[in-house]
């Protein structure tokens, strides 16, 4: 039977995938122990979160938090990594991650060719260019491999990006075999109106693929953004515990929306405010071993004072 507290589920529904450990931590500085990070996995799966990206095949001496990616991937199970994602960018990264069992992969391009340059190295069409070799490794592990378009709204060294620009990503032929459209609003710079439309277009334009929308809360709209994505068509949005995140080549991003926060908007049939406290709990754990401030408005809604409403969390006497 339904919790009475879920009975506000948004519609229509979306998964929550949770990046903290990707996205997240990118900005930390800090590595987290492979013991940790596979806690932390499999703490989210047995809460009921049934997506998880879970690192990066990034250079470690750029990205230093995803330097145990792949030691990540090895102390999973099947089952579990069943469940999880891998950021990727090269055909290389995803025969290297391949190999040790992974089959879900995350390729990231960027809509902006200067952003392209900053975080990759090279241009958009070598991006392009490498995709179907990416899907043909993938393909060999019997994998799944997204398109993930960064900077799709804004982009810090061009500015507002034409949404025709990631029309015409997503139709050119070099994408296809990708399962999934990952549109990024990396800045955290999009209105609601603003990714409704561009989700919209996305969903009637362009092939047919899950949509997955991924929002940071620079400017305090991240939850507002992923339920405008959610009701214009995707079905996957993205959120960090305690609001955690950014991109380090991208001046001007900060943490991600919250996954705390989403999910108690979107009210999923598998949250109560049991499983949300623990996750809460869950995530001033990781953000005290961190040294970071918790930017989840949900979760510091549920520490407060306002004992009659259920999804407050008991304080110990």
Known sequence: MRHPATQFEFTPSAVLRDVTLRDGLQLTGKLLSVERKVELVRSLIDLGVSEIEIGSMAQPDLVPPMANTLEVVQALTPEELAKCWIWVATPKHVARAAAL?????????????????????????????????????????????????????????EGMI????????????RTAGTVDIVICDTLGQAVPAQVSGLIGRVLHETPERRIVFHGHDTWGLGVANTLAAIQAGATMVDGALGGLGGCPFAPGASGNSSSEDILFATRPAWLTPGKFGALVALTELLLADLGEANRSKAAQGARSKTAAFEWVLEVAP
């Open 101 to 157: 069992g992974v089959t879900r992969f995350q390729y990231c391009l960027s809509a902006s060719e200067a952003h392209n340059q900053a975080n990759l190295g090279r241009s958009v069409e070598a991006s392009l260019d490498a995709l179907p070799q990416a899907i043909a490794c993938a393909d060999q592990v019997g994998g799944q491999v997204q398109l993930c378009i960064a900077t799709s709204f804004t982009c810090p060294f």
């Open 162 to 173: 034409p949404p025709q620009r990631i029309i015409d990503i997503a139709n050119d032929p």
